[in-house]
């Protein structure tokens, strides 16, 4: 199975809704390179604390055509029909592929990245492929994925990145067309999983405000 852990309303503190309150979309979260979904676990249980239902996938690999197909399968599994995504480096371009040609009928109300890399990484040029290649910037991966506008579908794009990523540029993490950009600073890659600030404009990213951007 895909699925490393599942969390729920019912696993956090007692929380009261209004009663005309409309129910939030469970949130998928993806993780990046080489990694899993042990990253997100910090907020995962902020966002259980705050109400929301989470679900974390164990990509197959680093291809990310597999890694999407992976996606579509795991919401299908679940009976998803709609959801928000939160995905960290590379799970951006996994989950935006996913979102771009595999959705089918699948209501993803919104796609947040944390220092993905949109447009690339010249270092990704050395590797094969199926082995995190597909993010270099001349690819053919990226190539169709940044085909025409970046943005498509009803899908409520954010982006956020740090000046101070270590990895990814704030010029390759940008998406365009219409997407909400948040810049921040003093916030490392791998900081970006665990930061409180960050951690807020996430959940003004799902609010659907675009929130602001610290330097």
């Known amino acids: 199975t895909t699925e490393i852990y599942t969390l729920s309303l019912h696993d956090a503190l007692p929380i009261s809704l209004p009663a005309n309150a409309v129910p939030l979309p469970p949130v998928l979260l993806v993780h990046g390179f080489e990694s899993s979904p042990a990253t997100f676990r910090t907020m995962a249980a902020r966002l259980v604390r705050d109400g929301r239902t989470v679900y974390a996938i164990a990509l197959p690999g680093q291809d990310?055509?597999?890694?999407?197909?992976?996606?579509?399968?795991?919401?299908?599994?679940?009976?998803l029909r709609q959801v928000d995504i939160v995905a960290h480096s590379m799970g951006g371009l996994s989950s935006r592929w996913f979102i771009r040609f595999l959705r089918g009928s699948v209501d993803v109300v919104h796609y947040v990245s944390l220092g993905t890399p949109q447009h690339g990484l010249w270092l990704a040029c050395l590797a094969p492929p199926d082995g995190g290649g597909q993010m270099c910037p001349l690819?053919?991966?990226?190539?169709?994925?940044?085909?025409?506008?970046?943005?498509?579908?009803p899908t409520r794009y954010t982006s956020i990145f740090s000046t101070t990523d270590g990895i990814v540029t704030t010029s390759s993490a940008r998406l365009d067309g219409g997407a909400c950009l948040v810049q921040d600073g003093a916030v490392t890659h791998f900081a970006l999983l665990t930061d409180a600030r960050v951690y807020r404009q996430v959940i003004g990213a799902h609010e659907g405000r675009c929130p602001a951007a610290f330097g």
């Open 139 to 153: 690819g053919a991966f990226l190539g169709r994925l940044d085909a025409g506008v970046d943005t498509p579908g």
């Open 64 to 79: 990310n055509v597999v890694n999407a197909g992976a996606i579509r399968a795991f919401v299908v599994a679940h009976r």
